[in-house]
C-alpha cells in the first residue's frame, strides 16, 4: 500500500484535535507539511508533532500555494476559516490534490456549486468533514432508516443549544466565518438529520436569525471553543447571530425543525439532539433510541452503542478513500447541498420570508 504524503493546511484547535493525531496512527500516512500564516506559532507546533510521533518534522509554508509548488503531496486537510474553504480547495484540486475540506463547504451557494464542477472534471475525491456522520450511535441510527424500521420518514427535529458558547477569535467575524451558529454548529445537526433522513431534495425554508446577547454579558469562569489564531480573541467583532432556526419542508414530504445557538437565556442543550418520526417507528440521538411497536404493544429499543471516535472513524475513511478510490460517505455533492439550505435559511432570516427552491 502507497505511503501518502499529507499535508495539512490551516494548524489550528480542529487540526490539533482531529487530523493530525489521527493521520499520525496511519502507518500509511506521512504527514509532511503545514500551510499557515502564522508561522511562527505552527513551526512550534511542527516540532511538537515531529517529537511526539517520532517522526520527521514537517516543513511549515507560510501559504498553500507555496506548499503545493514545493511538496509532491498525495492528500490535503483543509482546516481554515470557513471564507477560505473554496478557494483552497480549488487550488489542491489544481495541484492533483485529494482533499478532505472541513464543514461548511462554503459560505455561499454560487461558491458551492463552482467547487463541484471542478471537483466533478477532477479525479481527485473531495471529501467534506461532516464528522458526525461518522458517530458509531449515528452509524446505528443509520441502520434502522435503512432496514425500513421506521417506514416513511414525514417529521424531524433537530438542535443544539447552548447557553453560554460563544467561541471567540475568527467566529463572530461575519467576514471570516460567513455566519455565527448556523455555519459552526448548525451544519453539523443540520447535515446529520438531513443524512439520517435520507438526503432528501429540499423544497422550501423559512429561517430566523437573532443576535440576541452577543458580547454583552461577560461571564466569570466560563469555557469556550477559542481559535488558535491571534484577533478578536474577546469578540470585539461581533457581528453574527448567535441564535438561528428554520423549518424546512423536502420534496418527499419530509419536514424539519432545526434550532442551534451559541447562547441563549434557557437550559444547557449542547449535546447534538436528532429526532425522526416514522409511519412504523421514529429514532432519536441523546437519548439514543428507536421507538416501535411490537407483538401490540409499544417498545423502545435502547442500542448498546457509544459515540466513540469519530474524528479517527472520518480519518480512516478519507484515507481509505483515497488509497482504494472508493466515493467516501460525505460527498461534495451533498457538501454543496448543505450550503443550499443554509443559504436559504440565511436568505428567509434577512428578507422575513419563505425560500422555495
Not at 55 to 72: C, H, L, R
Not at 87 to 96: G, P, V
Request: with cysteine; aromatic share 8%; glycine share 8%.
Amino acid at each position: 500500500m502507497k505511503t501518502l504524503r499529507v499535508g495539512v493546511i490551516g494548524v489550528g484547535t480542529i487540526a490539533k484535535v482531529a487530523h493530525l493525531p489521527n493521520y499520525a496512527k496511519r502507518a500509511d500516512v506521512q504527514v509532511v507539511a503545514f500551510a499557515d500564516p502564522e508561522v511562527e506559532r505552527v513551526e512550534g507546533i511542527a516540532r511538537q508533532y515531529a517529537k511526539d510521533h517520532n517522526v520527521e518534522k514537517p516543513t511549515v509554508y507560510k501559504s498553500a500555494a507555496d506548499m503545493f509548488a514545493a511538496e509532491n503531496l498525495d492528500a490535503v486537510s483543509i482546516c481554515t476559516p470557513n471564507t477560505s474553504h473554496v478557494e483552497l480547495a480549488k487550488q489542491a484540486l489544481d495541484a492533483n490534490v485529494h482533499v478532505l475540506l472541513e464543514k461548511p463547504m462554503s459560505v455561499k451557494l454560487e461558491d458551492a456549486d463552482e467547487l463541484l464542477a471542478k471537483a466533478n472534471q477532477s479525479d481527485k475525491i473531495l471529501m467534506v468533514g461532516m464528522s458526525n456522520r461518522y458517530r458509531q450511535d449515528a452509524t446505528v441510527l443509520k441502520r434502522y432508516v435503512e432496514s425500513g424500521a421506521l417506514g416513511n420518514i414525514y417529521y424531524g427535529k433537530t438542535r443544539i443549544l447552548r447557553r453560554r458558547g460563544t467561541p471567540t477569535g475568527w467566529f463572530t467575524d461575519l467576514a471570516i466565518s460567513g455566519g455565527g451558529p448556523l455555519m459552526d454548529i448548525g451544519v453539523h445537526a443540520l447535515d446529520l438529520a438531513w443524512w439520517l433522513a435520507g438526503t432528501p431534495k429540499v423544497k422550501s425554508v423559512t429561517g430566523i436569525m437573532a443576535q440576541g446577547i452577543g458580547n454583552k454579558n461577560k461571564l466569570d469562569f466560563n469555557r469556550t471553543w477559542r481559535a488558535s489564531s491571534a484577533g478578536n480573541e474577546n469578540n470585539e467583532i461581533f457581528t453574527t447571530e448567535d441564535l438561528a432556526s428554520a423549518f424546512i419542508r423536502f420534496e418527499n414530504g419530509f419536514t424539519l425543525q432545526l434550532e442551534v445557538s451559541w447562547a441563549l437565556n434557557g437550559p444547557q442543550d449542547s449535546a447534538l439532539k436528532v429526532e425522526l418520526f416514522g409511519s412504523e417507528g421514529g429514532i432519536s440521538l441523546d437519548p439514543l433510541a428507536y421507538y416501535g411497536v411490537k407483538h401490540g404493544v409499544l417498545t423502545t429499543e435502547t442500542p448498546d452503542v457509544a459515540v466513540g471516535d469519530l474524528y479517527n472513524r472520518e480519518l480512516n475513511h478519507f484515507v481509505d478513500c483515497v488509497q482504494s478510490g472508493e466515493t467516501p460517505c460525505s460527498t461534495v455533492q451533498q457538501g454543496r447541498d448543505v450550503v443550499e439550505i443554509l443559504a436559504a435559511i440565511t436568505k428567509s432570516a434577512e428578507t422575513g420570508r419563505e425560500v422555495l427552491l
